[in-house]
């Protein structure tokens, strides 16, 4: 589905991603992992088209989508649920929903995407009208993801989904997540909680410094000595 072959990204004269290679199954579920500064917010900031890429290729479902406006890309069913959130804090959690299916314009049937989205996130519903400020940080991150998904995307990217946010809320979203991957969506998720990526996700590959240091699945890397040492603190 996803195809990241030699990317590189620059930020200014600053080179933030080096030589970048990954791929990501369909309905499969795959995570970056690594530290801050380590790329992954700009691994998914280029796919979904935020930044151009310097180097390399971004291939989805077989088209090159490097350097493309990221309307077309959310149109073609990639979905990005950016680090940080960044919900309208004075609207409605109704109103933050509807903002995702805005690229659907007159296709409509947002009632519909609103009870998928209330199905897998039911405090959202009785939340409904209460302005976003006023959710805990792990019900804003609820939102963010069911304004994501309100699009129905084909591939999911979620930028550090764990920060932030009270351990009982991260378990009830990673286990939406992986509700979501078994309805079809393939998920990329960007995260520097090794824990949490390694639960999750049936593939990860590791970033430091700009480059993919190591991959395999998640039980190879729970396995290895190194991640275990310098990701999850055990000697």
């Not at 080179?15 to 791929?23: G, M």
């Not at 410094?209 to 290895?224: F, K, S, Y």
Request: charged share 25%.
């Amino acid at each position: 589905m996803l195809a990241i072959s030699n990317l590189a990204v620059d930020h200014g004269e600053l080179r933030a991603l080096w030589d970048v290679s990954f791929r990501v199954e369909q309905g499969e579920r795959v995570a970056l992992l690594g530290a801050n500064g380590a790329g992954k917010s700009t691994t998914l900031g280029a796919i979904i088209g935020l930044y151009r890429p310097a180097g390399g290729t971004i291939s989805y479902v077989g088209r090159s989508i490097g350097g493309r406006d990221p309307a077309d890309n959310v149109e073609d069913g990639i979905a990005l649920v950016p680090e940080g959130r960044r919900l309208f804090p004075d609207m409605t959690v109704r109103e933050n929903l509807e903002m995702g299916a805005y690229v659907r314009g007159k296709r409509g049937r947002v009632s519909e995407a609103l009870e998928r989205c209330y199905a897998l996130f039911p405090v959202l519903k009785e939340k409904a009208q209460q302005p976003a400020a006023q959710l805990s940080g792990g019900q804003q991150q609820m939102v963010a993801i069911g304004r994501a998904l309100m699009g129905k995307p084909a591939l999911l990217l979620l930028d550090e989904p764990s920060v932030g946010i009270a351990h009982r809320l991260k378990i009830e979203i990673f286990d939406v997540i992986k509700r979501i991957q078994r309805s079809g969506t393939a998920i990329l998720m960007a995260e520097q909680d090794a824990q949490s990526a390694l639960r999750i996700a049936d593939r990860v590959y590791v970033l430091e410094h700009g480059r993919v240091g190591r991959e395999g699945t998640a039980a190879e890397l729970g396995a290895d000595d190194y991640i275990r040492q310098a990701y999850l603190g055990v000697g």
